[in-house]
């Protein structure tokens, strides 16, 4: 059981280029999550899902994009980094534990990915 | 909003000396709250949650309380291996989204 794994661990991009980073997971959760993290931020959702097919916004939207084709797989891309998204990326997975929103979601991260755009 | 604050930032231990972490939060409707460790260069890893006031956990060195405005992590008698980022976070009900605050530095010397 690997759990929760991202692809690439490091890259370094070039301001104007874009890249995809792949999360993984084999636990069958239903719900993914994109979160980033930088000094004194704390982490911070980027986006998230709730089911294979969809995705909802979270606090820090702009400049990223997702999409969750398979249950097992959620993919972040960034059209065109900037700078500004400098930071180390962090995907995690939850599943409830009771039925609908009454449950809680605990969720398994990841170890990240550290990304610098120059 | 929802919102959680941590302090210390920082807090440095000698081995063997006890202390508590804090985390105060403000949500709508507290459904779950949720410790994590992170170590440096990996993802946070999951420690505990807490559903409501007066609820306690424990493992190993580590015990979680809850009132209805905060939480305490307490370690008891640590060791230099725990020492770690401890982060908090909070599930509002209604919500699959957490809110985590930016944690406190743990490091304890030998």
């Known amino acids: 059981n690997a759990g929760v794994t991202q692809t690439p661990k490091f890259r370094v991009l070039k301001t104007g280029q874009s890249m995809t980073l792949l999360c993984a997971q084999d636990m069958n959760h239903e719900y993914m999550y994109w979160y980033r993290q930088d000094p004194g931020m704390g982490l911070r959702l980027i986006h998230y899902?709730?089911?294979?097919?969809?995705?909802a916004k979270g606090e820090v939207p702009d400049g990223y994009n997702v999409s969750r084709l398979k249950k097992q797989n959620f993919l972040l891309g960034l059209e065109s980094a900037a700078p500004s998204q400098t930071s180390v990326y962090f995907c995690?997975?939850?599943?409830?534990?009771?039925?609908?929103?009454?449950?809680?979601?605990?969720?398994?991260f990841g170890p990240g990915t550290r990304l610098t755009v120059t | 909003e929802d919102q959680v604050t941590q302090s210390p930032e920082a807090l440095r231990l000698q081995e063997g000396e006890s202390s508590s972490l804090n985390c105060s939060y403000t949500?709508?409707?507290?459904?779950?709250l949720f410790w994590y460790r992170q170590d440096p260069g990996k993802g946070p890893e999951f420690l505990f949650t807490?559903?409501?006031a007066g609820e306690e956990k424990e493992k190993e060195r580590l015990k979680a309380t809850l009132t209805k405005k905060e939480s305490f992590l307490h370690i008891t008698a640590p060791k230099p291996e725990d020492s770690a980022t401890y982060l908090c976070a909070v599930q509002a009900t209604g919500f699959q989204k957490l809110v985590f605050g930016t944690g406190t530095r743990l490091l304890v010397s030998p």
């Open positions: 899902s709730v089911g294979e097919g969809t995705t």
């Open positions: 995690a997975s939850s599943y409830p534990t009771s039925l609908g929103l009454a449950g809680t979601y605990e969720q398994y």
């Open positions: 807490l559903y409501s």
């Open positions: 949500v709508s409707g507290l459904r779950g």
